[in-house]
């Protein structure tokens, strides 16, 4: 519950700082392109992370080999 809590508030801040950094962009034009820089760099991440997902999802975790028990049926 604590790890859910943490992460809304860091997502949160993310939001709220992604809003406000367009405003800013627009006084300085050194601003504006480090803000395209960044930009650049979280949607690289983005499409990290969902390659990375898509890979998890398309590997199937093989059950375990069940034990073969001769004696389950005497029990």
Not at 3 to 24: D, Q
Not at 29 to 36: D, M, R
Not at 53 to 70: F, H, I, N
Request: proline share 5%; hydrophobic share 45%; aromatic share 6%.
């Amino acid at each position: 519950m604590r790890v859910l809590a943490a992460a809304a508030i860091i997502i949160a801040i993310i939001i709220m700082t992604s809003f406000a950094m367009p405003a800013f962009a627009e006084e300085d034009p050194a601003k504006a392109e480090a803000n395209k820089a960044e930009q650049q760099k979280k949607k690289e991440n983005e499409e990290m992370d969902k390659a990375y997902k898509d890979t998890l999802k398309k590997t199937t975790r093989e059950q375990p080999v069940k034990k073969a028990d001769p004696w389950g049926s005497v029990r």
